[in-house]
């Protein structure tokens, strides 16, 4: 009886370590995820090169609509 709960014990605690971890690792790849999509928007003429925007307007050089872009990290 002694060693059916010993084996237990461990087989329990070597699952919930794993699970921990498993959890820790997927809410850091969560947050890392979200930090990395920033909007910008961007002239599709590109008057400026590649210069974004934080905000939606129209270009200063040309004023067509900027257009939305995801920024590159």
């Known amino acids: 009886m002694k060693k059916v709960v010993l084996i237990s014990a461990i087989i329990f605690g070597t699952f919930g370590a794993f699970a ?11 947050k890392a995820g979200k930090s ?19 905000k939606k307007g129209k270009c200063p050089a040309c004023t067509m609509d900027l257009k939305l872009v995801v920024a590159k990290k």
Request: hydrophobic share 15%.
């Open 20 to 30: 921990q971890h498993d959890h820790a690792q997927a809410k850091q790849e969560k």
């Open 36 to 54: 990395e999509k920033k909007e910008a928007y961007q002239c599709p003429m590109k008057c400026e090169g590649d210069k974004t925007y934080a």
